[in-house]
């Protein structure tokens, strides 16, 4: 698929206008939202939407090659248990949608991820990403293509040893246990973001699949909201 936008904040607001119209599109870097490599649609205006589900549109390396676009499902993990942030907003409470993900990542996630490539056509992937704040340099990274309910390793950065539990997954129910290990006492003081989402090119003389790609996204709209 191709999505014919110049940057995230573009690509983000025309999923908003023509889409997805009660969500709030929030650029990571508002002081440049030309340049900036994330964009979320929030289901609430607040900069700090870290407890909500959201979606996310990203050009970053980290989840895309050069020039493309990840677009998809996005969902953050705070500090939790013991750790004691600098910044009380950082700190996970149990409202976080996060929990219910994690609660939710056997065949309810499953059953969201068919839905998906069903209306789109084509295969998405999954990904975490985990560190800690404040510290600079590459977070260590899972990512995998999915095929059917089996994953393909598409990249494993191990990094410090938090991601360990998902060296070996190979399945969409692997994954879910190696999320329910990694959310618990070893990753406290680890921030860390999962993405399902679609990789599609951004060439300008493209066609533009951003309809297609937005019916897609309404298999997640159920999650798209705040902790409960």
Request: proline content about 5%; aromatic content about 10%; glycine content about 8%.
């Amino acid at each position: 698929m191709n999505l014919p936008f110049a940057n995230t904040r573009d690509l983000a607001a025309a999923l908003r206008n023509d889409h997805f119209p009660a969500l709030s599109v929030l650029p990571y870097n508002r002081f440049d939202v030309e340049n900036t490599e994330f964009c979320w649609l929030s289901p609430t205006s607040e900069k700090q939407a870290f407890a909500h589900g959201k979606l996310i549109c990203t050009s970053h390396s980290d989840w895309c090659r050069p020039g493309n676009f990840l677009c998809g499902f996005a969902v953050e993990k705070g500090l939790s248990g013991n750790a004691v942030p600098d910044n009380p907003s950082e700190k996970m409470e149990k409202t976080w949608f996060w929990n219910r993900v994690v609660e939710r990542a056997g065949q309810p996630l499953a059953d969201k991820i068919n839905a998906a490539e069903q209306a789109a056509g084509e295969a998405m992937q999954i990904g975490i990403s985990a560190g800690m704040l404040g510290t600079g340099g590459k977070w260590p990274r899972a990512r995998y293509v999915i095929d059917g309910t089996e994953l393909h390793e598409a990249e494993l950065e191990k990094g410090d040893g938090v991601l360990a539990p998902f060296s070996a997954v190979d399945s969409l129910e692997g994954f879910a246990t190696a999320l329910r290990t990694f959310d618990g006492s070893a990753s406290e003081w680890y921030w860390a973001v999962l993405i399902v989402g679609f990789e599609c090119t951004a060439a300008s003389s493209g066609p533009d699949d951003t309809a297609t790609v937005a019916e897609a996204l309404k298999a997640f709209a159920p999650w798209i909201r705040a902790g409960d």
